[in-house]
């Protein structure tokens, strides 16, 4: 990909996540609408990063890639670590500084592209996304980036989710579902856009692992995050949970080094 195809290709990307900014927390599954849901996610986030907030837990330098609204910077902030958090779209930043203005927890803000984040190498701790990776267009380049501003044995984790294979009828039952919901697609990409991005349709972790190991990183697993799925799933309406065949998983692995 030539300089100028990707200057246009992100452009078209962060003109979808700008237009959805407003409406981003407000979509289930996307925003934390509930305390259940945020017990869940603080829960998950201090397994994954430790909670600094108890004096004998490290604190970390933690840099949320593609941080949308803010969602996992903030929880990460909330239990005692220094996070740095970017995002190319301005309107999603903004809407993160308007949460942690409110809420009262520090994060640094930064407008940056994740295939390429705005810090220094060998700076940060652990380097964490969610709902990020599917909408990269190059996903290898992306995880070599974030090996090389980690420290040596320096943590990476990513909360995607993919599209399990389901049976025929149970296809065409999600298929119709979303589409009396109206949620087939609901960021709105172009077509030009969606065939270049290698993690859209995910029937698993499967690929995501390939290309973190082809980056250079170490023990690189999976696990899905049930708890979350069936949390999240519960405040659904029965056509909504018809409708919702995207299962959540964690990938972790780490740069090499001590």
Same mark, same amino acid.
Not at 82 to 87: G, L, P, Q, S, T
């Given at each position: 990909?030539?300089?100028?195809?990707?200057?246009?290709?992100?452009?078209?990307?962060?003109?979808?996540?700008?237009?959805?900014?407003?409406?981003?927390?407000?979509?289930?599954?996307?925003?934390?609408?509930?305390?259940?849901?945020?017990?869940a996610w603080r829960r998950l986030v201090?397994?994954? #990063?430790?909670?600094?907030?108890?004096?004998?837990?490290?604190?970390?330098?933690?840099?949320?890639?593609?941080? /949308?609204?803010?969602?996992?910077?903030?929880?990460a902030a909330e239990l005692g670590h220094?996070?740095?958090?970017?995002?190319l779209s301005e309107r999603m930043v903004?809407?993160?500084?308007?949460?942690?203005?409110?809420? &009262?927890?520090?994060?640094?803000? $930064?407008? &940056?592209?994740?295939?390429? %984040?705005?810090?220094?190498?060998?700076? *940060?701790?652990? *380097?964490?996304?969610?709902?990020?990776?599917?909408?990269?267009?190059? %996903?290898?380049? +992306?995880?070599?980036?974030?090996?090389? $501003?980690?420290?040596?044995?320096?943590? @990476?984790? *990513?909360?995607?989710?993919?599209?399990?294979? !389901?049976?025929?009828?149970?296809?065409?039952?999600?298929?119709? +579902?979303?589409?009396?919901? &109206?949620?087939?697609?609901?960021?709105?990409?172009?077509?030009? *856009?969606?065939?270049?991005? %290698?993690?859209?349709?995910?029937?698993?972790?499967?690929?995501?692992?390939?290309?973190?190991?082809?980056?250079?990183?170490?023990?690189?697993?999976?696990? /899905?995050?049930?708890?979350?799925?069936?949390?999240?799933?519960?405040?659904? &309406? @029965? #056509? !909504?949970?018809? +409708?919702?065949?995207?299962?959540?998983?964690?990938?972790?692995?780490?740069?090499? /080094?001590?």
């Open positions: 990909m030539n300089e100028d195809d990707r200057a246009q290709l992100k452009a078209a990307i962060t003109t979808a996540w700008d237009r959805g900014a407003a409406e981003y927390d407000r979509i289930p599954r996307h925003g934390i609408l509930h305390d259940d849901e945020r017990t201090a397994a994954i #990063l430790g909670d600094a907030t108890h004096s004998e837990m490290p604190k970390l330098e933690v840099l949320d890639v593609g941080t /949308g609204t803010g969602t996992l910077a903030l929880v220094d996070v740095i958090a970017i995002d903004l809407a993160a500084r308007r949460k942690s203005i409110e809420t &009262g927890i520090a994060v640094d803000w $930064r407008i &940056g592209d994740a295939e390429d %984040p705005p810090v220094p190498e060998a700076s *940060v701790d652990a *380097v964490i996304s969610r709902h990020l990776v599917w909408t990269l267009p190059e %996903p290898v380049v +992306a995880a070599r980036a974030w090996r090389e $501003r980690l420290r040596p044995g320096g943590l @990476l984790a *990513v909360i995607d989710g993919s599209y399990p294979r !389901q049976a025929a009828p149970l296809r065409l039952l999600a298929a119709a +579902a979303a589409r009396i919901e &109206g949620s087939e697609d609901e960021h709105e990409y172009p077509p030009e *856009v969606d065939a270049r991005l %290698p993690l859209l349709y995910q029937l698993g972790p499967e690929a995501l692992i390939a290309a973190l190991r082809e980056a250079g990183f170490e023990r690189v697993r999976a696990r /899905g995050l049930a708890e979350i799925d069936r949390i999240e799933r519960a405040h659904l &309406g @029965l #056509l !909504q949970r018809t +409708a919702d065949g995207w299962r959540r998983y964690l990938v972790v692995g780490r740069a090499p /080094g001590s």
